[in-house]
């Protein structure tokens, strides 16, 4: 499995749990609930890849780490799109190519009202 | 004299012509080519203000019969003006090239993470990202390693075939490199006194690089697809009240789709060798003589 796939796996496994888990709980999860035979310490690099990439927090839990996302999925995806979204010449070139390019103001309250129900 | 005429022609270059040609409508008929002509304008734009910096010095000091201490004092004041001007273009570049560069690949790796792969199983396009939200979008994140991104609220809007030709039309964008005029018509925009710039260009640009991409995906798909893609995207997402750019530069693209017209080889031909002109044309009439007779009282 390539490590991008890896890695969104277990992000799933982290959102949707909602509370932080040990290295051992992902691992248990990924193998009972998604079939993933990995290697313990394999699950243990791509956490701590994760928190470097500063969207998995690490929490200190007595003598072990727990981990946690940042951001619920719906909060991460809201910030995403907002960030493909923002983009002025006095800050900088726009991220992205939209098809349809739709005035920010308005994408922003929608945005806005998908987070409210997330 | 020299000075005077690129002075007079810098001006007009940067902030009369670019209006009535963001308004103009024949651009439509050949958008690359327009794409092309714009940066001719915004390159001889510069260009004509480096040869102000440097000719007016000369001219003066030679109009006035200067001795040559003054006259190498002018030079070299000329050049280094004309080298922060320079300098001052290819650092905002740089600048605007290097965040653009991070922020897409921040942006690439979040949509990795919260791509759902398994909504996109029958697109098999291994770029192409799906996130969970109800808001119809379509977008692309240019880069070596690309990705174009749709909500799965676009995938519930559109049927297979506009989501193909939305697909195409990203494409295009990607293969084009259009991030790349983008990121120079921005670093540029960026570096000229707020006094003499105009978001003209940047707007014209973008609105006709998105023409380009409609142009591929029709050639791919049928206009038709893209068309309907295009209404329904927009839409979708009520205004609160009518965005009159972003309303007048969709129905340009869409009056294209409704009715296509073929590429006419004669206009593109006259863009392209207006725009070739633009850039030539100043460098022989004005630039060559002077440098003649400058030369010829080279004071260092």
Not at chain 1, 15 to 23: A, I
Not at chain 2, 65 to 92: F, T
Request: glycine content about 6%; charged content about 20%; hydrophobic content about 50%.
């Amino acid at each position: 499995m390539a490590l991008g796939d890896l890695e969104r796996e277990i992000m799933t496994v982290l959102w949707e749990t909602y509370l932080p888990m040990t290295v051992r709980e992902v691992h248990q999860e990924l193998a009972r609930e998604r079939h993933r035979d990995l290697a313990y310490t394999t699950v243990m690099t791509v956490l701590d890849r994760l928190a470097k990439k500063g969207v998995v927090r690490q929490i200190k839990d007595g003598r072990a780490y727990k981990y946690a996302p940042m951001q619920s999925r719906a909060e991460m995806t809201a910030a995403l799109m907002m960030d493909a979204l923002s983009g002025t010449p006095d800050q900088d070139a726009a991220l992205a190519h939209f098809v349809g390019r739709l005035p920010p103001e308005a994408l922003r309250a929608a945005l806005e009202a998908i987070q409210r129900q997330g | 004299m020299t000075a005077l005429l690129l002075g007079a022609l810098g001006l007009t270059l940067s902030l009369i012509v670019p209006g009535p040609l963001a308004r103009a409508h024949w651009p439509d008929r050949a958008p690359a080519a327009a794409v092309l002509l714009w940066q001719a304008i915004t390159l001889a734009a510069v260009l004509s203000a480096l040869g102000v910096v440097l000719a007016a010095p000369e001219e003066l000091t030679r109009a006035l019969g200067s001795g040559k201490p003054v006259a190498a004092a002018a030079l070299i004041g000329a050049l280094a003006v004309a080298a922060v001007i320079v300098l001052r273009l290819l650092v905002s570049l740089w600048g605007v090239s290097r965040r653009s560069r991070a922020r897409r690949a921040r942006h690439r790796l979040l949509v990795d993470l919260l791509d759902r792969a398994e909504q996109r199983q029958e697109l098999d396009a291994g770029h192409v990202r799906v996130l969970q939200g109800n808001l119809p979008l379509a977008y692309c994140v240019p880069g070596r390693e690309a990705r174009v991104v749709l909500s799965d609220g676009a995938l519930r809007l559109l049927d297979r075939e506009q989501v193909d030709a939305v697909l195409a039309h990203e494409q295009t964008h990607l293969r084009h490199r259009h991030e790349v005029v983008m990121e120079s018509f921005t670093a540029f925009y960026r570096a000229v006194p707020a006094a003499l710039r105009s978001r003209a260009p940047l707007d014209a640009v973008h609105l006709l690089l998105e023409m380009v991409a409609d142009d591929a995906a029709s050639k791919r798909t049928g206009p038709a697809p893209l068309r309907g893609a295009l209404e329904r995207l927009t839409d979708a997402v009520p205004l609160a009240e009518e965005v009159m750019p972003e309303e007048d530069s969709r129905r340009r693209r869409t009056a294209r789709l409704a009715a296509p017209q073929r590429p006419s080889r004669m206009l593109t031909g006259a863009v392209v060798a207006a725009a070739v002109a633009l850039l030539v044309l100043p460098t022989v009439i004005l630039v060559v003589p002077w440098l003649g007779q400058a030369l010829a009282v080279w004071p260092l």
